[in-house]
C-alpha cells in the first residue's frame, strides 16, 4: 500500500544536490496516513517543515489547497522546484513553523519536524543536521507544533506528526 503513495517525481535528486533532507520512512508514514484523511477541493492542508515538498505535493494531488512553509532557503527552492516538476500549484513560504502562516487556520497540518535528540546543546544553524536535530530531547520543535496546532487548526481539524517513539509518545498525545 505505501508503494502506492510513492511520489512519482524524483524528489530525491534536487534535495541531495542542493542539501535539503530527502524524504525517508518517516516521509511514507506520513504520505500513507495522510492518504486516509478526507481530502476534497476545499480542504486547506499546511505542511510544516516541508523539506523537499513531498508530503505538500502529496496532499495537492489529492486536490487539496496547500502550503509549505520551511525555515531553510533551499529546502523552500527545493519544494517550489519540485512542485513545478509535479505539476502542483503549491504556496511556499520561508519561516519558522507557524509563525509565517500566522492567523491562518487549516483543515489539516502534517509535519515531519526535526525529532532526533542530539548531543549538542543547542539547535544546529546550518548544514544537514538542522533537518533532524531536534535538540537534547528531541522535542523543541514537537512542542513548539503541538502548542500551536489548536490556533492554526479549523474546528474538526486533524494534525498529523511523526516523531521518534524517544520523544515521548504519551507526551505529545497529552500536548
Do not use: K
Not at 505505501?2 to 533532507?21: D, H, I, N, Q
Amino acid at each position: 500500500m505505501v508503494a502506492e503513495m510513492l511520489p512519482t517525481e524524483p524528489f530525491s535528486v534536487l534535495p541531495a544536490l542542493w542539501g535539503v533532507y530527502a524524504p525517508q520512512s518517516d516521509t511514507l508514514l506520513l504520505m500513507s496516513a495522510l492518504s486516509r484523511e478526507p481530502i476534497t477541493a476545499s480542504t486547506s492542508v499546511l505542511d510544516l517543515g516541508t523539506g523537499s515538498g513531498a508530503l505538500a505535493i502529496q496532499a495537492a494531488r489529492r486536490g487539496a489547497r496547500v502550503t509549505g512553509v520551511d525555515i531553510s532557503r533551499r529546502a523552500v527552492l527545493a519544494a517550489r522546484v519540485n512542485a513545478l516538476l509535479a505539476g502542483q500549484v503549491i504556496r511556499f513560504r520561508r519561516g519558522d513553523l507557524c509563525q509565517a502562516v500566522a492567523g491562518r487556520a487549516y483543515d489539516l497540518i502534517v509535519s515531519n519536524p526535526p525529532y532526533v535528540p542530539s548531543p549538542a546543546a543547542g539547535l544546529p544553524r546550518h548544514g544537514m543536521a538542522r533537518a533532524w536535530e531536534g535538540g537534547r530531547d528531541g522535542r523543541i520543535f514537537v512542542d513548539c507544533i503541538c502548542a500551536a496546532a489548536p490556533a492554526a487548526l479549523r474546528p474538526d481539524g486533524a494534525l498529523l506528526l511523526v516523531h521518534s517513539g524517544l520523544c515521548g509518545t504519551q507526551t505529545t498525545l497529552n500536548l
